[in-house]
């Protein structure tokens, strides 16, 4: 019984953006659990990939691509969840993307991109699934914020816009969907070391400013947050709904 809070024996598991970082760190998480995990993102040669190197670690595993920000791939990612495993106990929202700049200099192109990827695509995809978690009767959906949608970070205002409003979508949907047996948490994440960032970190000023600012003195490695989101996920997590998780270094206690 003890035992059993900490496996996901038995669970099926769709994250999305699990080609790279958090998302593929954590669906190897959620595999090693004992989920079936459902692989997507853009680029179908790297789900592939995943995929198979999922099943030749021994894990249950299948993929699609599909761009979240698409109706369209939206509604095949969800027909093939339905088609390949029938049903959802899982789901991690992890898409994100970012372009760092000051307010004045976002492109409406740009700014809708952010919006689009961020927040509008969480938004649909989790209403879409909806009736898969309900089905489930014992469901979980972690949201993967950042640190940047509860302070200001040096990473441009609109990405700090749709973490902050996914942090009240995680807090309104656990009240709503608290009856249909569906969790609703989210974490969020400081720097952490991801395809996301390569390039930012390159900066070495700027990575010595990230770390004076962390307590813990070195960036996340994306297993870090995996963990955080898989605990989330687990049975041993049964009464926590609507929270946010800093995986953070300690970096937002960090006062003078
Ligand atoms: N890394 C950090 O320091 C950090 C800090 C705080 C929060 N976060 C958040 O953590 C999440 C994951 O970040 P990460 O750093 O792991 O990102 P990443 O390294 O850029 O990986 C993103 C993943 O999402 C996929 N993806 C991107 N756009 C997509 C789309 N429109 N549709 C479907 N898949 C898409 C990518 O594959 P394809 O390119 O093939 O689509 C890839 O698998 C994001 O929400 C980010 O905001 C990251």
New binding site residues.
């Given amino acids: 019984m003890m035992e059993n809070k900490w496996k996901l024996n038995g669970k099926t598991a769709l994250v ?9 760190a954590t669906a190897e998480e959620l595999a090693a659990l004992g989920a079936t995990v459902i692989i ?4 179908a040669e ?1 789900v592939e990939k995943q995929v198979e190197q999922l099943r030749k670690d021994g894990f249950r595993a299948y993929g699609t691509a ?4 698409l109706e369209s791939d939206r509604l095949k990612l969800f027909r093939f969840v339905k088609n390949t495993v029938s049903g959802l106990d899982i789901l991690v929202n ?5 372009i760092r700049k000051r307010m004045t200099d976002y492109l409406v192109e740009e700014y809708h991109h952010i919006l689009n ?2 927040m509008h ?1 969480n938004f649909a995809l989790t209403q879409l699934f909806y009736p898969l978690l309900k089905a489930s009767k014992d469901a979980a959906v972690v949201n ?5 949608g509860l302070t200001h970070l040096r990473s441009g205002a609109p990405y700090g816009m749709t ?1 902050a409003a996914l942090t009240q979508l995680t807090r309104n949907l656990s009240v709503e969907w608290a009856s249909d047996g569906i969790r609703v948490n989210a974490v ?5 070391k ?4 390569e390039q930012l970190l390159k900066d070495k000023k700027y990575y010595q400013d990230i770390l004076t600012r962390t307590p813990l003195k070195r960036l996340a490695e ?1 297993e870090e947050v995996a963990s955080a989101i898989a605990f989330l996920c687990l049975p041993a997590a049964s009464y926590i709904t609507g929270q946010c998780l800093a995986v953070d270094g300690g970096f937002l206690i960090n006062g003078f």
């Fill in positions: 999305t953006g699990s080609t790279k970082g958090i998302g593929k997507t993102a853009r680029h790297d599909a761009d979240v920000t992890n898409v994100g993307t970012n990827t961020n695509s993967v914020l950042s640190v940047a973490k969020a994440p400081w720097y952490t991801t395809p996301l960032v994306a």
